[in-house]
């Protein structure tokens, strides 16, 4: 069992950065594979980032490609999305998830565990 927890969220003018931190539980955290996702109100939830379990493999959405980093640091059991650049096109509920994979997926129904998100706004 792992339990996540998102951090870091908040309002932040456009063109402004935001940290995210998403702090895990459980033994074997560098066995998980995690990604990013968000969702918007009125929309479906969409993949942001994804990094493999030695953090050696990591991917992208598109529209963030560029501006959003992702990393971890498997002692400290915590993934990180830096946010910088920052569009009102950003804000959205910001979730972390694991899978228990060593590689890492575009699709949030190959995640097994889950965070309760943190809040992105970013204004005009």
């Known amino acids: 069992q792992v339990q996540l927890v998102e951090s870091g969220g908040g309002l932040v003018q456009a063109g402004g950065s935001l940290r995210l931190s998403c702090a895990a539980s459980?033994?074997?955290?560098?066995?998980?594979?995690m990604g990013w996702f968000r969702q918007a109100p009125g929309k479906e939830r969409e993949f942001v980032a994804a990094?493999?379990?030695?953090?050696?493999?990591?991917g992208y959405a598109d529209s963030v490609k560029g501006r959003f980093t992702a990393s971890r640091d498997n002692a400290k059991k915590t993934v990180y999305l830096q946010m910088n650049s920052l569009k009102p096109e950003d804000t959205a509920v910001y979730y972390c998830a694991a899978a228990r994979s060593s590689a890492w997926y575009l699709r949030a129904r190959m995640y097994d565990y889950w965070g309760q998100g943190t809040q992105v706004t970013v204004s005009s």
């Open positions: 459980g033994r074997t955290f560098s066995s998980y594979a």
């Open positions: 990094i493999s379990g030695s953090g050696g493999s990591i």
